[in-house]
């Protein structure tokens, strides 16, 4: 069992940054693929970035590509999420998770075996 506490999140005005964490506990001898998820009032979950298990490679929703950078810390066993240029359409409950197996990334959300609880973005204009 791998648990996932995210932190980070906040109320910031438009063209700010955050830099969202999510911080893994429990089995983590094992690296993970994992990725960034985000849900609006009244919206369903959508993809926003993933990461590999090497890190090596990244994938991010166009909606973010350009603005949002992904990165892992095996050392650390915590998930990083960059946000720059944030817009209000951003403003979202933002949940990391993370995937037992497989080398790629992932950008599905029945694809992954653990969620956080998620943290609150609010970008106001």
């Known amino acids: 069992q791998v648990q996932l506490v995210e932190s980070g999140g906040g109320l910031v005005q438009a063209g700010d940054s955050l830099r969202l964490s999510c911080a893994a506990s429990?089995?983590?001898?094992?690296?993970?693929?994992m990725g960034w998820f985000r849900q609006a009032p009244g919206k369903e979950r959508e993809f926003v970035a993933a990461?590999?298990?090497?890190?090596?490679?990244?994938a991010y929703a166009d909606s973010v590509k350009g603005r949002f950078a992904i990165a892992k810390d095996n050392a650390k066993n915590t998930l990083y999420l960059q946000m720059n240029s944030l817009k209000p359409e951003d403003t979202a409950v933002y949940y990391c998770?993370?995937?037992?197996?497989?080398?790629?990334?992932?950008?599905?959300?029945?694809?992954?075996?653990?969620w956080g609880q998620g943290t609150q973005v609010t970008v106001s204009s």
């Open positions: 998770a993370a995937r037992r197996s497989g080398a790629a990334y992932y950008t599905g959300i029945y694809e992954y075996d653990y």
């Open positions: 429990g089995r983590t001898d094992s690296s993970y693929a």
């Open positions: 990461i590999s298990r090497s890190s090596s490679n990244t």
